[in-house]
């Protein structure tokens, strides 16, 4: 099975990556915008394939990613979902995962997350199988709000 982790360089990226690495069956590769991000990948005996991908470069992505099975976007819904939809509209039939916040449930009045929750509608509304993923956030810097938010969220709704 081939399988791309868009967005590998980020925190995230790296730790899919490092474990999908391990995984026997899977060929796996890396897509980010600087190649060199990714260097402790290349210092394998056979590293998986390192692309360079820009989310905003949407034909290049759409063309070096078309022939994959499965495609894990790291990147922010923003930048993931048009490629995705694009990859849909030349043909691709992968199964893609994608990563998003908590917060879309909860923080109604940010404009961020107004943005978020609209590129979910998009991957509702597209073709093919596909899953979003929304890990959990009970931690940050205590000015960040996040655990404010959750608590405001849990108190309007009885939880």
Excluded at 16 to 45: C, K, P, Q
Excluded at 56 to 72: F, G
Excluded at 82 to 97: C, H, I, N, T, Y
Aim: net charge negative.
């Amino acid at each position: 099975m081939r399988i791309v982790v868009v967005g590998a360089a980020t925190d995230l990226g790296r730790r899919i990556l490092r474990r999908l690495y391990d995984v026997e069956w899977v060929e796996v590769s890396g897509a980010t915008r600087e190649a060199s991000r990714l260097s402790e990948f290349l210092e394998h005996d056979e590293p998986p394939g390192i692309l360079e991908v820009d989310p905003e470069n949407i034909p290049d992505a759409v063309e070096k990613l078309k022939d994959y099975e499965r495609i894990v976007f790291c990147h922010t819904l923003t930048l993931s979902v048009p490629v995705a939809m694009a990859l849909r509209q030349a043909g691709s039939d992968a199964k893609f995962v994608f990563f998003s916040s908590n917060n879309v449930a909860i923080d109604f009045d940010s404009p961020v997350y107004a943005r978020l929750r609209s590129a979910e509608a998009d991957i509702v509304a597209m073709n093919g199988e596909w899953a979003i993923v929304r890990p959990t956030m009970a931690y940050g810097s205590p000015n960040d709000g996040t655990i404010g938010l959750l608590v405001q969220y849990a108190i309007k709704k009885g939880v």
